[in-house]
């Protein structure tokens, strides 16, 4: 089992930037591929970013992608988003999922969620 928790959420300005930080339960954190989604009211869970247990993979949605960096610290059980250039279509709560097989991220069913953290970008 694994719990996952997200921080680093905020209020920003257009132009600005903010990490985001996804804190695992459990010793075996490295073997699981992490990633980032976002919901806007009114629209549908997409994916945002996804990094393997070993962080040699990475792969991004095509509207983050040169702006948002998925990173992770294994022996911190967590994982990075950092944005930059945030645009106020940025706006959304933004999830972690972790799952052992790193195509289940992008494709789905995800293993584990968070609760996800709001980010909001204003212009």
């Known amino acids: 089992q694994v719990q996952l928790v997200e921080t680093g959420g905020g209020l920003v300005q257009a132009g600005d930037s903010l990490k985001l930080s996804c804190i695992a339960s459990?010793?075996?954190?490295?073997?699981?591929?992490m990633g980032w989604f976002r919901q806007a009211p009114g629209k549908e869970r997409e994916f945002v970013a996804v990094?393997?247990?070993?962080?040699?993979?990475?792969s991004y949605a095509d509207s983050v992608k040169g702006r948002f960096t998925i990173s992770r610290d294994n022996a911190k059980n967590t994982a990075y988003l950092q944005m930059n250039s945030l645009r106020p279509e940025d706006s959304a709560v933004y999830y972690c999922?972790?799952?052992?097989?790193?195509?289940?991220?992008?494709?789905?069913?995800?293993?584990?969620w968070g609760q996800g953290t709001q980010v909001t970008v204003s212009s």
């Open positions: 999922a972790a799952d052992v097989r790193y195509g289940d991220i992008v494709n789905g069913p995800q293993d584990y």
């Open positions: 459990g010793r075996t954190f490295s073997r699981y591929a």
């Open positions: 990094i393997s247990g070993g962080s040699a993979a990475t």
